[in-house]
């Protein structure tokens, strides 16, 4: 059985001086944004996706662990702060703080539960208890149903901090990435991410080396889930509204395919993902439906041909770490 | 009373879905070891070819019930044919997510020509109409519904379990290089079993048209439903598929009735509580 990520090489010096570099570049890159003349708020959304992307991979790429429901996370933390900067009149900091606990608490019931089956069942578990949040959030009375929570205001960063200034927010939800990123790339690094990775290729034999790999499973998930409620936090100050559509399965596969098109298991290939499925949203906005139809295609032509993502087949071509 | 009966009777008839569509999920699961993400996308592909037939050549309700299922079944086998063959020997979510994008593509386009709103389909002359028990009135087709979902259920149970065909696709779930080695065609074995799974989503989706109108997206929200229903029932046996899909169906009738705010929701929960005290499913052996 070839698993999903089969030709990852094995951390090295070299591996990690690579990717430090690539880190770099992008993190210049995306400094300079607001010079160049690009749309921050473009930026802005794919950078919240990206961190998204990139706490999912952590799940699948690191873990094998494919899950299906991560909308639940990104939507659960943007209610939580929507609310919190609304209706209770928080400041940023704690309006973050709140939501990304909310999704932390979650990761650990739904980890809880979910993690308790392997493989495909994971998947539908996973998809199933994001489909029962849906519902959840579509009949309580502070999420607005339908309409969602809308018009919130952005406020000032430690009080200091004006967000409702694009550029301001943009280096905000930046430093957010950024931060986000550097978890996800030291947790994958660590013992721990070594421990994760050994699950992932032969849990039995990582079980009877001595290792509790449930606490590990249920840790990551744990971990991914907070990440991408920091990601679902970040994203409210972005879009100003909290809606059903983050929190629907459409959502959770949005993130598949970001994740796939970059490549599951590459260091940066979810952003780089994330970056080219929101591009292709604005772009082909005017399409309507077709919009599925060609995410559909994506899938389809990705899982057939091009398995291993744009990132992944880079790094495979120049037998290097990405 | 009247009320609770109806639930009851609406629960029997969702569950009548689920048991089909869980049942072809199972069959479909043991040979491919693909979990079907478009199965929800191929039942309304089944309503919407029962609505072509009528509208376009005049055929009514009971030629569709015949030939819906098996012009989506041979689709289904072109699927099979021309992708999902080639994931074989890949990891098993592979198969999941290239069934999404299949789902996507399929749903995408017919959002595009026929929207999100429902359109009819008559309930057939013969089936019109309803009649008194004494304790309740029940719709025709609604009973209608009900038992012929289950004979095509008991069907398919008897097809697998005691037939010399169904011997050979068991053996071929089991070991399938064993079984080519006697010399039986297995790959169009696969193939066919995918489109014996399609054509029993397809039939629900005939059997679903004049109930709940055809909807490009009627079996988007279903499919996460009846992978629930999978995940509490265990894909390990045909029985249990279909005793958890009617009986899950009728649990959320009664859930209609006495809390009809969890009635969305209750399915899932239920799948917790499994989860919880029997993390196998209910029939279903360790993976």
């Not at chain 2, 996460?224 to 649990?251: E, H, K, Q, R």
């Amino acid at each position: 059985m070839s698993a999903l990520t089969d030709d990852t090489l094995p951390a090295s010096p070299r591996a990690v001086r690579d990717e430090m570099i690539v880190f770099v570049i992008m993190a210049a890159l995306l400094v300079i944004v607001p010079w160049t003349g690009i749309y921050p708020f473009f930026v802005m959304q794919a950078l919240c996706f990206a961190l998204l992307a990139c706490a999912f991979n952590l799940l699948i790429g690191y873990g094998g662990l494919l899950s299906f429901g991560h909308a639940m996370f990104l939507g659960t933390a943007g209610y939580l702060t929507a609310h919190a900067l609304k209706v209770w009149g928080l400041s940023p900091e704690l309006g973050i703080l709140f939501g990304t606990a909310g999704a932390a608490a979650l990761g650990v019931i739904t980890g809880y539960v979910s993690i308790r089956r392997q493989g495909i069942y994971f998947s539908m578990i996973t998809l199933a208890l994001s489909q029962l949040l849906f519902f959840v959030y579509l009949q309580t009375p502070f999420t607005h149903g339908e309409d969602g929570i809308q018009g919130i205001p952005q406020g000032y960063l430690f009080g200091i901090f004006n967000l409702a200034k694009p550029t301001t927010l943009y280096y905000v939800v930046l430093i957010g990435f950024l931060g986000g990123f550097l978890v996800i790339y030291r947790t994958i690094n660590s013992p721990f991410g070594e421990v994760l990775k050994a699950i992932r290729e032969n849990e039995p034999r990582a079980i009877s080396l001595g290792y509790k790999t449930d606490q590990y499973k249920l840790l990551a998930f744990i971990l991914s889930g907070t990440l991408a409620g920091f990601a679902g936090s970040l994203k409210v100050f972005v879009a100003q509204n909290a809606s059903l559509t983050d929190v629907h399965w459409t959502m959770s596969g949005e993130v598949v395919l970001m994740t796939l098109v970059g490549g599951l298991g590459t260091v940066f290939g979810p952003v780089v993902g994330a970056f080219v499925i929101i591009a292709m949203q604005q772009y082909l906005a005017g399409f309507g439906q077709w919009v599925t139809v060609i995410q559909g295609v994506i899938f389809v032509t990705c899982v057939l041909t091009f398995r291993r993502g744009l990132i992944g087949e880079i790094a495979h071509f120049f037998r290097r770490s990405l | 009373m009247q009320a609770l009966y109806a639930q009851l009777l609406v629960g029997l008839i969702n569950g009548s879905f689920y048991a089909l569509l869980s049942l072809g999920l199972a069959v479909i699961f043991g040979m491919l070891n693909i979990i079907n993400f478009a199965h929800g996308a191929l039942y309304m592909m089944g309503a919407f070819c029962a609505y072509f037939l009528l509208n376009l050549t005049g055929l009514g309700y009971w030629p569709a019930l015949i030939i819906a299922p098996i012009v989506v079944g041979i689709f289904g086998m072109i699927l099979e044919r021309t992708m999902l063959q080639w994931l074989a020997g890949l990891d098993h979510l592979y198969g999941l997510l290239l069934t999404f994008g299949i789902a996507l593509i399929v749903q995408g386009v017919f959002q595009n020509y026929f929207g999100s709103s429902g359109l009819p389909y008559a309930i057939p002359d013969e089936l019109k109409g309803g009649m008194n028990l004494g304790f309740m009135f029940l719709p025709i087709y609604r009973g209608w519904v009900v038992v012929f979902s289950l004979v095509v259920c008991l069907a398919t149970w008897y097809l697998i379990e005691k037939t010399r065909l169904g011997a050979y696709l068991r053996a071929a779930t089991e070991n399938p290089t064993l079984v080519r080695a006697f010399g039986i065609n297995v790959p169009r074995m696969i193939t066919l079993t995918y489109g014996l799974g399609v054509g029993l989503a397809a039939l629900a989706g005939v059997l679903s048209a004049p109930i709940n109108q055809v909807r490009p997206l009627m079996g988007a929200d279903l499919i996460i439903v009846v992978f629930a229903v999978v995940v509490i029932g265990g894909m390990g046996s045909i029985m249990g598929s279909i005793i958890t899909g009617f009986a899950l169906g009728v649990i959320e009738g009664l859930t209609k009735y006495f809390y009809p705010e969890a009635s969305n929701t209750v399915v899932f929960v239920l799948m917790v509580l499994v989860l919880l005290v029997k993390p196998t499913g209910l029939t279903g052996r360790a993976a």
